[in-house]
């Protein structure tokens, strides 16, 4: 099937997970994920009616960054973990970072923001998994708290809500206690009232699972390979 009849398909799915959990499909943001996908996909998704895309790595988004500039009321997302020397740059190609998880990535990235004039949406991703292999915030962990309560000294970044990758289960129902355990942590922050911390967001759920997501309360899916294919097979 062509890119665009991925699109109308993952859209189906998404409209028949909304109603099974009773929401409108319409709070629910499709993300393409397009990392290691050339820009000739990426402007096939656009011309399906995409505009929120997903980037992991900020060098690989660099290269096609200047190929897209004319898709101007695209917005592109960083969603892989960011490394400190390259958050000059990330604050430079993306309209938001959904992957900050520490104080020092906070700190640096505003500073990078405010260089370049702009306003930063950004994402705290949890690790509800705790996987040593992934990167993320542990639940109720100091850094947690450090970020939340630091949040007023960043005028250059506009916290949404929370990210979470979940560990990965054959069984899309095996993601369902991660999902759940995010929601529930973002429900104790809203319920906090903190200054300058948006809770409106939760990015979670995948092309295997995120129907689940969905059902527990996900506002935007990162689709990859349900809508572009294998990766290195556009």
């Known amino acids: 099937m062509s890119i665009a009849e991925n699109i109308a398909q993952v859209r189906n799915r998404i409209a028949a997970a909304a109603r099974r ?4 499909s319409d709070q ?14 990426i402007r096939e998704a656009y011309a399906a009616g995409l505009r929120v895309f997903g980037e992991n790595r900020v060098q690989e988004f660099a290269g096609k960054a200047a190929a897209l500039r004319d898709l101007s009321d695209a917005q ?12 000059a740059k990330a604050a430079e190609l993306f309209d938001a970072v959904d992957s900050i998880d520490s104080v020092r990535m906070a700190e640096k990235l505003n500073g990078f923001a405010e260089g370049a004039g702009k ?8 690790n509800v998994g705790g996987e040593q292999a992934k990167s993320g915030i542990a639940p109720g962990s100091d850094e947690l708290e450090q970020i939340l309560q630091g949040a007023p000294r960043w005028a250059n970044l506009k916290i949404q809500g929370l990210m979470t990758v979940p560990p ?20 104790f ?7 300058q911390i948006g809770t409106s967001v939760l ?15 996900a506002t935007c899916v990162r689709v990859g390979t349900a809508i572009f294919g294998e ?4």
């Open 21 to 24: 959990a009773g929401r409108n």
């Open 28 to 41: 629910i943001t499709l993300m393409a994920v397009s990392k290691t996908f050339p820009a000739e996909s």
């Open 76 to 87: 592109w997302h960083l969603i892989g973990h960011l490394q400190t020397n390259k958050a």
């Open 119 to 126: 306003t930063l949406s950004v994402l705290i991703e949890i």
């Open 168 to 187: 990965y289960t054959e069984d899309p129902e095996g993601s369902r206690p991660y999902f759940r355990q995010l929601r529930q942590i973002r429900d």
């Open 189 to 195: 922050i809203a319920a906090c009232d903190l200054p």
């Open 203 to 217: 990015s979670m759920g995948m092309s295997h699972d995120f129907e689940v997501a969905i059902e527990e309360g």
């Open 231 to 234: 990766r290195g097979k556009p």
